[in-house]
């Protein structure tokens, strides 16, 4: 499979490792690193799911 063809999240896992990689951080910073990202964009999800599902039908429109 080439890359052009993968699939978005892919793609951004490939450019993230790359720019880790390139930048010689180490394994341990870009874990601990990656971790507060990702508990960051499941805390965006979650609000945005909260807050889409206060919305009254009227807000919606």
Known sequence: M??????DHIK??????ALLEEN???NDTAIAALKIVLNDYQ???ANSAD??????PS???
């Open 2 to 7: 080439s890359l052009d063809s993968a699939p």
């Open 12 to 17: 951004l896992a490939v450019d993230l490792i």
């Open 24 to 26: 010689n951080i180490p």
């Open 43 to 45: 805390q965006k999800k």
């Open 51 to 56: 807050t889409s599902a206060t919305q009254s």
């Open 59 to 61: 807000a919606l429109d």
